[in-house]
């Protein structure tokens, strides 16, 4: 067990940007046993994609490898020739990536490029390594193992693919296999099939893996030991146990203890109060495909309600019906108690005003062409009608208010801030039109958590002082524990339940919540064994199939 | 398939929608021609009694909302009417005019062969700009990738006679390796029809190699970021394989839009190679028949000419539509 497989000294990676190479990496080093599971672990940015990469010997275009040694089963993988690099990648080092939707090619189909590995490195003939392939498949319980390989990309749902990438990976039984962020993308349901088929066959062909994640609760069920890195430097490294019951560093205990933020409970609602956006037996379909049955759900003033979910479950579109962006098909959408038009285009100024979105990608949602200040500028001038100085005024406001300094940020573009900072400047432009209601459409999905920890303390503190009621779609039930009021649970198009949160995180809950909360990650290594126990394995397998 | 064909049906009913639309604007364009064709036979002494029973023998006196139906009404049933030049002479020689020479028949030899050259020209720098595209790519910035383009590029910007002189004075007078005479008849077989032909196909090549091996480069190296070209590379797949395999089959169809206008080129704009090499193609007859105001033939190449536009975009489109798994095998 304990034969030394990769070895990791000293590693330092540069970036290049603007003609000088800055460095990603200050020297990182580990140690990688024969089937043994290292955790890496830090924020986007913090390098560990980078690291991951280069314990392939492998660098994207523009960063280089400055300094170091990466020396795998005795080969010296940084002076290695491409060729060399190029018999061992895919045969004996192999790579699971974050999104397999996109890193699966889509003009062929998926046992074509399963088999494409063995066949270009001569392990095996096509004909075996297909048969090897339905093997994989059937062993990571995909539905249908003789089937699903004859489908294209866009054929197979997301945690399929990510299974089909985790055989792909394992078709020519790899040493090591480097799994970067494999599960991020997926929904809480699905990502304990993905995980517990993952961590199954490891174990089975005792390979070697490095498991690349932001989510601690994740690395915990996985890793035999975790390293936790930050900004290119290395923090600490200890065996999975004692790093979460005994962590050294302040930066790790912030990471531990991110979730911890909460809201007070509000008092209820009183039984007389008008709500703020009433959706009333809404139905709605894209094109002749319904996709919302009878969804009824209320928002009062200065409230938080959690629309929660897996992806498909009408979240969104319930959000579109609000907007008017997709007018419902039968049902009522009602502001302060009256109704109003179901598109947008029939909507007064005043009642658009209203309600505001804030995106899931703040990246897409905001004109990388403009500044900041354009973008802010543009809702000031076209709801409030101020201009010139007055607007620039406001503008200032709005950027103090999302603790951004205006003069440091009016000129910038989207693309001269982070990620956190890109969604201050969504959540100022939502505020601009200074609605009563806003739509929070996943905002802190594709952010780490401590600056996910920033935003949703900063919309309470918004609300606190503006009295905004928010509609939070989320798949996140750790976001829903900290800021909900109220949760809305939806399945295939449908409530299934809905009440204050309270209610919704105490017993007895309707099934499917039950199997959603049960599903959130624990800090706790043996969570994962535990709940596969509970279940059984043919829970899973009807969840595979639930999937669909 | 459903949907495909719903596409492709579609698209037909556009094209013929559009046909039917640069039909009207020939029949206009054609029709503000200065001068017409009975003025222009009869020259400077023509008497206006004389070009009146010209124009009235050809019909030039009607409306000319009847004359464009009439000529519609035809072209639609394949009849494209009668060249007023063969007419003419026939009126000269006694017999009756409608008996003369139709536009089709006058047309058909020389279309056919103007599509043989096209077609001899896109066998030629089809493959050779794909493959010249996908080296380039492979070795984007090398002195070969500067080199393809500084190349093409310059043969692109260069007229089209200037590059048929060049390849006459190279490749027929310092060295006879080809004829620089292009005169094809009927009757002539395949391989000598061939190498006749080689001269024009090669300057025409030269002409739209550029374009199709730029956009071939391009469309392949724009693809070489994305998620599963990087995972292909970290399956140890060769920097070839991963280009042909994996980036290729995705680039294709800003690909086929490219090599579809450049062949449409080869139908429709060739008149100076033509002439340079007394190629007998269509593009000659055209301007023949623009200087006489033989306004059947014009009208009819014009036509013709749209109808390739046209067909060879919509053929784009649709192999565009087919080269995407996505529409190919529905959920």
Redesign the interface.
């Known amino acids: 067990m304990s034969e030394l497989l990769l070895k990791v000294r000293d590693l330092m990676i540069e970036g290049r940007s603007d003609e000088t190479w800055n460095p990603i990496i200050n020297g990182c080093s580990f140690d990688l046993n024969k089937g043994e599971v290292l955790g890496m672990i830090g924020e986007s940015g913090a390098g560990k994609s980078t690291v991951g990469?280069a314990a392939?010997g492998?660098t994207?275009?523009g960063c280089r490898i400055s300094g170091g040694t990466v020396e795998f089963d005795g080969i010296d993988l940084v002076n290695a020739s491409a060729a060399v690099?190029?018999?061992?990648?895919?045969?004996r080092i192999?790579?699971v990536?974050q999104?397999a939707a996109?890193?699966?090619?889509?003009?062929?189909r998926l046992i074509d490029q399963h088999t494409?590995?063995p066949v270009?490195?001569g392990v095996m003939p096509r004909e075996e390594s297909q048969e090897d392939a339905m093997e994989l498949y059937r062993r990571l319980r995909l539905p249908n193992p003789e089937e699903i390989g004859f489908?294209?990309p866009?054929?197979v749902s997301g945690g399929q693919l990510q299974r089909a990438m985790t055989a792909?990976a394992m078709a020519c039984r790899p040493d090591l296999i480097i799994f970067d962020e494999p599960t991020t993308a997926l929904d809480v349901t699905t990502q304990i099939e993905v995980l517990a088929s993952i961590r199954d066959i490891v174990e089975q062909f005792n390979t070697a893996a490095i498991y690349i994640t932001h989510d601690l609760a994740v690395v915990a069920q996985m890793a035999d030991k975790i390293k936790v890195l930050l900004k290119g430097d290395e923090v600490e490294e200890a065996d999975t146990r004692t790093m979460l019951s005994d962590p050294q560093e302040e930066y790790t205990k912030s990471l531990w203890a991110v979730r911890s933020f909460q809201r007070p409970t509000k008092p209820a609602v009183p039984a007389d109060a008008v709500p703020v956006v009433s959706v009333k037996n809404v139905s709605a379909a894209y094109g002749k495909v319904p996709v919302l049955f009878d969804v009824s759900f209320d928002i009062h003033a200065g409230r938080t309600v959690a629309v929660v979910g897996e992806s498909g479950s009408g979240k969104s579109t319930a959000a579109r019906c609000i907007t008017g962006l997709l007018p419902p098909t039968s049902g009522v959408i009602e502001f302060d108690g009256e109704p109003i038009p179901a598109d947008y285009r029939s909507r007064t100024k005043m009642q658009l005003r209203q309600a505001q979105m804030i995106y899931q990608m703040a990246d897409t949602a905001l004109n990388p062409r403009k500044t900041i200040g354009e973008i802010i500028g543009r809702p000031v001038q076209f709801y409030m009608g101020l201009t010139g100085s007055a607007k620039r005024k406001r503008v200032d406001e709005l950027l103090n208010e999302i603790e951004l300094e205006p003069s440091q940020y009016f000129h910038r573009l989207p693309s001269e801030l982070s990620g956190g900072q890109k969604q201050r400047v969504g959540i100022a432009r939502a505020l601009a039109a200074e609605p009563k209601f806003i739509i929070c459409d996943e905002v802190t999905s594709a952010l780490d958590q401590l600056v996910a920890e920033g935003i949703l303390k900063l919309l309470a503190k918004l609300q606190d002082e503006l009295g905004l009621s928010y509609m939070f779609i989320t798949h996140d039930l750790a976001t829903v524990r900290s800021i909900a009021d109220e949760v809305v649970v939806m399945k295939d198009g449908r409530v299934v339940e809905a009440g204050p949160k309270k209610e919704m995180f105490t017993p007895p809950h309707h099934a499917y919540t039950d199997l959603l909360l049960s599903s959130v990650p624990e800090m706790d290594p043996d969570w994962l064994t535990n709940l596969l126990d509970a279940r059984g394995v043919d829970n899973i397998g009807d969840a595979a199939v639930g999937k669909m | 398939m459903g949907s495909v064909t719903r596409i492709i049906l579609q698209r037909l009913a556009l094209g013929l929608l559009t046909l039917f639309i640069v039909s009207i604007v020939i029949f206009i364009a054609v029709n503000l021609l200065p001068g017409d064709f009975a003025e222009a036979i009869l020259g400077q002494g023509a008497t206006p009694e004389a070009v009146a029973s010209i124009r009235e023998g050809l019909g030039l006196d009607k409306p000319p909302i009847t004359r464009y139906f009439d000529w519609l009404g035809g072209a639609i049933q394949g009849d494209l009417g009668s060249s007023f030049a063969q007419a003419n002479f026939a009126s000269f020689t006694g017999s009756d005019a409608a008996s003369g020479t139709t536009v089709a028949e006058q047309i058909a030899p020389r279309f056919k062969n103007t599509l043989f050259l096209a077609g001899v020209t896109a066998a030629i720098a089809v493959p050779v700009s794909i493959f010249l595209g996908v080296l380039a790519a492979l070795y984007r910035n090398s002195i070969f990738d500067r080199a393809t383009n500084i190349l093409t590029l310059s043969s692109i910007s260069s007229p089209d006679f200037f590059l048929a002189y060049v390849l006459i004075l190279f490749l027929s007078v310092l060295n006879p390796l080809l004829p620089s005479l292009s005169n094809i008849y009927d009757g002539m077989d395949f391989s000598e029809r061939l190498v006749k032909s080689l001269l024009p196909a090669l300057t025409l090549t030269l002409a739209v190699t550029a374009q199709m091996m730029r956009m071939t480069r391009a469309a392949i190296i724009n693809l070489l970021a994305s998620p599963y070209i990087e995972m292909a590379r970290l399956k140890g797949i060769s920097p070839m394989r991963v280009i042909v395999t994996h980036a290729l089959p995705n680039a294709l169809a800003p690909i086929i839009t490219v090599i579809a206008l450049n062949l449409a080129y080869l139908i429709t704009g060739v008149v100076v190679v033509e002439v340079v090499f007394v190629y007998p193609g269509i593009g000659q007859l055209f301007v023949d028949s623009v200087k006489i105001r033989d306004i059947p033939v014009v009208q009819a190449c014009c036509l013709i000419f749209a109808a390739a536009y046209i067909l060879l975009n919509l053929s784009a489109d649709v192999l565009s539509i087919l080269s995407n798994p996505r529409l190919r095998h529905p959920k």
Do not use: I, T, V, W
């Not at chain 1, 996109?102 to 062929?108: D, G, K, R, V």
């Open positions: 990469l392939m492998f994207r275009d690099k190029r018999g061992l990648l895919g045969k192999a790579y990536a999104s996109a890193s699966f090619n889509p003009a062929h494409e590995g270009q490195h489908r294209y866009h054929q792909m």
